[in-house]
């Protein structure tokens, strides 16, 4: 069989001039935009499952919501119409509780650390739960810390946050933070975002790096805090009839090249942070440095909120896996 790896528009597959009887096409759909190193790992996940199999898997890829927002992907992959997805914990949250403990408000001090909880304890602990609502978890990917832009003012202390409107995606923990600071939060879908920048509807916004670099929020805002307010990453999750419908070598090699895709996008993303806050002021962006333990010390009615979202025994499990 002559197979070769292509794009078409927003989306990548894998395509055959002979169809085999044992051939399984997967579809997996992601938020992160084409140029965002979510969709470069999610590349090479597809090429690289696609010749160790020799061929007999192909992933279709519809990045940048083109399936639908992220609930709505995640929906389609518990019900099976999409065979993998990659969400946040905030949307996992919303089949295991458990997952929404992951975004506290600072709970991670580092890259390294969340990791290591992810990975070790956390993973141990969710994905035995992750199943019973019809989802295998492959791997935890990169999304990052989060940050504030807004149009008002630099943000040097947790007062100048107070007073600003920024919009936030539905999770309660980011909402919570930001509250926690003073600050009035609208929930608005991602695609509106740069029109409710544009016209004043709010002052600011909050995401990672990546995400205020490729989408060039740059455009629609002046100024950048550094404050690290939340961590998240995208994870790769599986439909469970869809992967119990795989032979074990086939599981093998997809969780192997889901691993392998997650430390490619990890590396990316910590690499390219640097870079892309220099390129973000070069581009006219004020970026400050706040001092965060100001901002730790206002978290107490944040993370009560948090733990009465997700389950104080959730929120006490988790914090035993931190440092």
């Known amino acids: 069989m002559n197979y070769k790896y292509i794009i078409t528009g927003t989306c990548a597959f894998i395509i055959s001039s002979t169809v085999s009887a044992q051939e399984i096409t997967l579809r997996m759909a992601h938020f992160a935009a ?17 010749q160790r ?32 997805n990659l969400p946040t914990q905030g949307g996992l949250d919303k089949y295991v509780k458990a997952f929404g403990t992951v975004m506290t408000p600072f709970a991670f001090d580092s890259y ?49 946050v107070k007073g600003l409107k920024l919009r936030t995606p539905p999770e309660l923990q980011i909402v919570a933070a930001l509250e926690a600071l003073g600050a009035s939060t609208a929930q608005i879908s991602f695609p509106e975002l740069p029109n409710a920048l544009n016209q004043g509807v709010v002052d600011g916004q909050e995401n990672p790096i990546s995400v205020i670099y490729h989408y060039n929020l ?29 032979t074990q070598e086939q599981q093998t090699i997809i969780k192997e090249e889901s691993l392998a895709a997650s430390a490619m996008m ?3 993303v910590m690499a390219q942070e640097e870079e ?37 025994d959730n929120m006490e499990t988790f914090l035993n896996f931190l440092d």
């Open 112 to 160: 390294e650390e969340a990791h290591r909880v992810l990975d070790g304890p956390f993973y141990d602990w969710v994905a035995p739960q992750l199943e019973s609502q019809g989802l295998v978890l492959l791997s935890n990917w990169e999304y990052g810390f989060r940050h504030i832009t807004n149009n008002e003012r630099p943000i040097e202390t947790p007062e100048d």
């Open 266 to 268: 990890r590396e990316a």
């Open 218 to 246: 740059n455009d629609f805002q002046d100024h950048l805090a550094l404050t690290r307010h939340v961590y998240n990453s995208m994870v790769h999750v599986i439909n469970k009839n869809t992967w119990d419908s795989l």
């Open 34 to 50: 084409e140029t965002h190193p979510g969709h470069e790992a999610a590349l090479q996940f597809a090429e690289n499952v696609s």
């Open 276 to 312: 892309e806050i220099a390129a973000l002021k070069e581009r006219g962006m004020q970026v400050t440095e706040p001092d965060l333990s100001l901002f730790v010390e206002l978290m107490g009615p944040a993370r009560a909120r948090v733990a009465e979202h997700v389950g104080q």
């Open 53 to 84: 199999t020799n061929n007999e898997i192909s992933v279709e890829l519809y990045p940048a919501n083109e399936l639908g927002s992220p609930p709505e992907q995640l929906e389609q992959t518990v019900l099976g119409v999409v065979d993998m």
